[in-house]
């Protein structure tokens, strides 16, 4: 009998399996109490459950193993096996296509949006990651964006001159710069302390963000402006993935579609739980503007749409402005 039969039958006569337990790695960069962090966590329990403990699923949250750019390179090379970056994340890595998603205003809720996320646009933007050795598996929701500095943001002339935080999105380098501010791209983990020594005045996140990064405690001002959507698509090692058993694969795939279920579902009542958290701290002033200060503000942002227009694909925003009925030109 060779050695690994004589070990196989040893195993299972104490009722082990030969196959080693498959595990991954799930990395992100934010709090376990956040929508992404809650459902990389049922993930996980799903994962464990349907694949009856073939699969564990370790969730490393709040860039505990890798920051925002060093987590992409970590999934392409192996080092993890499954991230959630935000959308806004995926044009250092050559799919710009994605910076659509962070367009000022073009989603005017989250029906709108899931034309998108759930439909052949969604589909065909995922797709363009396989090249890149990345499989998409879904989209996951958080929310539409507040601003927030330590000075009221009620009109674009409150933006000029300050420093914002941005994630790595040129959309979004755009988006300050329409109104005059002055766009700073930095990870993710680095922003409570950016907005604290005042290395940034300012920044843009959902809810849920905004309260436990705790950046509450270092910006005095956040007006609900709901300008932009930040969400996530849910991806794996493409080779890592291919590498399963066909049957572990439908297992980790139903999994992850209950996930993403359960995701879209909590993803509105933490930003507005979270939002609940910043009034009852008492640190920051929250202001709602008005229809017409929203329309302002929209309006000095709508040219991003034309300059970015060659960056995310004429094709890619002609079929979200058809699919939404979004059209800047009316502005
Ligand atoms: C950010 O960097 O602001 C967000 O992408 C963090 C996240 O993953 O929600």
Avoid at 8 to 35: R, Y
Avoid at 43 to 72: H, I, Q, W
């Amino acid at each position: 009998m060779k050695l690994k039969a004589i070990l196989a039958a040893a195993l299972l006569a104490v009722g082990l399996s030969v196959n080693a337990q498959t595990i991954i790695k799930f990395s992100h960069v934010v709090a376990a109490d956040t929508p992404k962090g809650k459902a990389s966590e049922f993930f996980a329990k799903k994962a464990a459950e349907l694949t009856k403990g073939k699969v564990k699923v370790e969730v490393y949250a709040n860039s505990a193993l890798y920051k925002d750019k060093e987590e992409m390179e970590a999934l392409q090379m192996g080092s993890v096996q499954m991230l959630a970056p935000s959308l806004a994340k995926f044009g250092p890595l050559g799919v710009k296509e994605f910076e659509a998603f962070d367009l000022p205003f073009i989603f005017d809720d989250t029906a709108d949006l899931h034309k998108i996320t759930q439909g052949p646009v969604g589909a065909a933007l995922m797709a363009k990651l396989e090249p890149r050795g990345i499989k998409g598996l879904a989209y996951w929701d958080n929310g539409f964006k507040s601003f927030s500095a330590n000075v009221p943001l009620k009109s674009p002339a409150d933006f000029k001159g300050k420093k914002f935080r941005i994630q790595s999105s040129k959309v979004l380098e755009e988006q300050i710069r329409s109104v005059g501010g002055i766009p700073q791209v930095l990870a993710f983990s680095e922003v409570y302390q950016a907005l604290q020594t005042g290395v940034v005045d300012g920044t843009e996140n959902p809810n849920s963000n905004f309260f436990t990064q705790k950046m509450h405690e270092v910006q005095k001002h956040m007006t609900i402006t709901n300008h932009g959507y930040l969400g996530y698509a849910v991806i794996v090692n493409k080779k890592f993935w291919d590498s399963l058993p066909a049957d572990v694969r439908g297992q980790l795939e139903e999994a992850m579609k209950e996930s993403t279920v359960y995701a879209n579902k909590i993803a509105q009542e933490e930003n507005d739980k979270a939002l609940e958290g910043v009034k009852a701290s008492g640190k920051t002033t929250i202001y709602t503007p008005t229809k017409d200060e929203r329309l302002t503000l929209k309006k000095a942002m709508a040219p991003v749409h034309t300059k970015m227009a060659d960056r995310v694909g004429k094709e890619t925003l002609q079929q979200i402005y058809t699919a939404t009925g979004f059209d800047p030109s009316k502005l």
